[in-house]
């Protein structure tokens, strides 16, 4: 088995290959759209979605910082090599697929990638790397608050609602939000991301949480953002995740992600 | 109905332009990000030598992709980080500039005053709209990597006006 070779590809399918869940989002909110303008805009995003993986060429010049998010099971031997195959597997797959150098350091020089990796363990067999091309458009819109334990949802809906209108369509709307809830501040903003990694186009399995999944698209959608003029649907799903945390408080971290949302993921056995 | 205009974009076409316009620009226009933008306003502020002649010209807010000598993804870039440079640029005499996005309200207040537009296109798009650029060439700062100058000769460029030269903006 050639892991970078594996890496390679997935990291290219990622930035080029739009997800089957976004596509079945995008696909159902043009079905539903009335407004001749925003059906437009979203069959030039399908079109787009169609060039690209024809052409095999991006589908959109920010390749992002390209986050790694690992799983690591019981039987995998998880040391600096395997980062570095990984790593080369990323930078290789960039390279090849002629993607921007979007990453800076503070001597000015030009990279792939700032070696960003996400690791958790479980008890299953094998390794599931999923990469996750993360363009700053929409990376710009985070946003963190810890609330106290007395905290409503209204309060915690309302942050949210803040953090999109603040992000207003700056972030290439219609957007997919990821909210994470739980743990500490940065655990918070990573789950907001492990967030957007799940498939959308399915309702949470947790049933409380589906229903206020809900209930912010629709709030959300009647804020009347838009995508372009205020017309059309800002944001075509939500997904939360949740964490134990301390007793003293409750983090929420929100991510944002333009209609682009791209993720590959590959399961190894070893 | 769609507009079709060639660039150099002149003050008296433009000014015919109202917000949620639908354009297809052809011709030549220039690419620019934070970085190229800076050190393109640090040369007029010196007073040097420019890479190229401002005067009636579009900037499009963009940082494209390459594969080997072929041009990628293209779509534009969030134009609110540009806003900085903005003025310098218009005294100048660029005519437009091109990205995603809303902008700073000055901005709106400097469309006024010199009689510029900003064209809003189609974000996360990147692999349509390059379909549209029908060659490019290097202009200037090839170490900036993707935030070089690039000239692109674009045909039916797909542009919607965001703001116009009375200062409206398409976002109200």
């Known amino acids: ?270 | 109905m769609i507009i079709r205009l060639k660039t150099p974009l002149l003050k008296k076409d433009l000014v015919k332009l109202k917000v949620k316009d639908e354009i297809y620009l052809s011709g030549k226009i220039y690419t620019m990000r934070d970085r190229s933008s800076q050190l393109l306003v640090e040369l007029i502020k010196k007073k040097k030598k420019l890479p190229i002649k401002l005067n009636e010209q579009v900037i499009y807010y963009c940082g494209p992709n390459f594969k080997g000598k072929t041009l990628g993804a293209c779509g534009p870039t969030t134009s609110r980080r540009m806003d900085i440079y903005l003025e310098r640029l218009l005294k100048e005499g660029i005519s437009a500039t091109i990205g995603k996005g809303e902008r700073n309200l000055f901005v709106r207040d400097l469309c006024r005053k010199y009689r510029s537009v900003y064209f809003l296109t189609y974000g996360g798009c990147g692999a349509y709209l390059r379909e549209r650029v029908k060659k490019y060439r290097l202009i200037a700062f090839p170490h900036l990597g993707s935030e070089a100058i690039y000239e692109f000769e674009v045909e039916d460029f797909p542009l919607i006006v965001g703001i116009d030269t009375e200062g409206n903006s398409i976002r109200g």
């Open chain 1, 1 to 270: 088995m050639n892991l970078e070779k594996i890496i390679k590809e997935i990291a290219i399918k990622a930035n080029i290959e739009l997800r089957k869940d976004v596509k079945i989002l995008l696909k159902e909110a043009l079905r539903k759209e009335k407004n001749e303008k925003v059906k437009k805009i979203f069959k030039i995003i399908m079109e787009n979605t169609k060039i690209a993986s024809q052409e095999r060429i991006a589908l959109c010049q920010d390749t992002g910082l390209p986050l790694v998010f690992l799983e690591v099971g019981r039987d995998v031997n998880l040391n600096y090599s395997l980062i570095e195959k990984i790593n080369k597997g990323v930078i290789s797959g960039y390279k090849t697929a002629g993607f921007r150098k979007s990453t800076i350091d503070k001597e000015g020089k030009l990279s792939y990638t700032p070696k960003i990796f996400h690791i958790e363990f479980t008890s299953a067999k094998g390794l599931k790397v999923t990469i996750f091309p993360k363009g700053f458009g929409s990376e710009a819109k985070s946003a963190l608050q810890v609330f106290p334990p007395s905290a409503k949802r209204e309060e915690i809906d309302n942050f949210i609602i803040e953090t999109v209108k603040n992000a207003d369509i700056d972030a290439c709307p219609p957007y997919f939000i990821g909210i994470g809830i739980g743990g500490d501040a940065s655990f918070a903003l990573v789950l907001a991301k492990k967030a957007l990694c799940e498939d959308l186009s399915r309702p949470n399995k947790d049933k409380e949480l589906a229903k206020w999944e809900k209930s912010l698209v629709k709030k959300i959608n009647s804020l009347g953002i838009g995508i372009i003029e205020k017309k059309g649907p800002t944001v075509l799903a939500v997904r939360i995740k949740r964490y134990p945390t301390h007793i003293a408080g409750v983090p929420v971290g929100v991510n944002i992600s333009c209609h682009a949302l791209r993720s590959a993921t590959v399961k190894i056995n070893f």
